[in-house]
């Protein structure tokens, strides 16, 4: 049987080329968006899966939601034929015809992943991966049969990426380093780009198109400063994100001096003990609240209202939200936000990003798919709050 996979643009295909055809074990794919790299990736899995017989391949993402979404993409490419038995519920593809598996990991808990081993391995955006998901999980797995690692990804700053790219710059005869930016996509129009150049931060558009490694590029937000021993102030300002399916509910309380004093979170709970949590954490402080709303009449906001002195609806648009966010950056960058030592805050912080919709020319604040973000937008609302001068007991925005 032929089965024909997609057909690669040119640069797409340089790479298929010397994965196919040389000797490198590892592959550094430093790509820009919008280039492919996903798709690269999913069709050189296939290629594999369907040329060669019985072999394992493992394909780990950072995330349980990025690894589903390729699991589903492959799935779908083939769900009117019968060349693969599938397992939606353990990711897990068979090849009918060469008994060759491909199986999707995500590196959340990397230690569920010792003890396989595999031929082929494709690590999709490796840079936000722990680089100890690698060095002591998953290189293991190819270290006696493995043939051919893929590291994709696009940069974070220099960090396990960027080391491995070195590599394949002539450092090890085992490496092979590409780098790609959006423009090396020859299906895209490259104006579009150019507008994308012109609407992001310089440092943005260099990271995430270009593909640079940047010495501070790991976010959108310059490195928060740690304080776990914020100042009593006679008043404190609270920011709530409802979380929806499966996001978490974040309170945040920030004092006048922009320090936050207490952060918690809560999901798969019911709502009436969640906001029992929440407004517990409010009424600690009296809060000036503003919580996250998505429209007129929103339960989840009138549940909270009714519980605590001072809340507000903080209607989120993408004008609204982008404000936020922006005078977020500008408060963080002179310094009047700290924040206390929470590990999973400091993480949404690193990979918070912009993206840019070439269609409606603009701009978009989120966490890569599969990350959470409702952290940083509960600070940013408690932000909201904090700038806000609180009269008669109503916000007037400022």
Known sequence: MEVQLYTPHKNQKIIHDSINNEPYKYYCLNIGRQFGKSLLGENQALFWALNYANVKIGWASPTYKQCKKIYNEIEGAFYDTDLFKTN????????????????????????????????????????????QAWTEVLKATVLVKGRKVLFISTPRGKNHFYNLFQLGLGQSNNYKSFKMTSYDNPMIDPSEIDEARNSLPSHVFQQEYMAEFLDDGTSVFPKPIINNTPNKTDKYFAGVDVGRADDYTVVTILNRDGQIVEINR??????????NYVCGVINKYNAHTF???????DPVFEMIKNKIKNGNAFVTTSKTKNKAIEELM????????????????????????YDYNFKSKAIKYSA???FHDDGVMSLAIANQARRNLFRAGKYIIG
Not at 90 to 119: A, P, V
Not at 291 to 297: A, D, P, S
Not at 340 to 345: A, G, I, K
């Open 368 to 370: 890569p798919y599969g």
């Open 266 to 275: 809560w999901r798969h709970l019911d709502w009436s003990m969640i906001v």
């Open 330 to 353: 500008v408060d963080m960058q002179e310094e009047e936000i700290n924040i206390l030592n929470t590990d999973w805050l400091i993480q949404e912080l690193e990979v918070f990003t």
């Open 291 to 297: 919580v996250e709303v998505n429209g007129v009449g």
């Open 88 to 131: 939606k519920q353990d990711l897990f593809l068979e090849s009918k015809i060469t008994k060759s598996t491909i199986q999707f990991f995500s590196t959340e808990i990397y230690n569920n992943i010792r003890g396989f081993t595999f031929d082929y391995l494709i690590c999709d955006e490796f840079a936000f991966m722990q680089e």
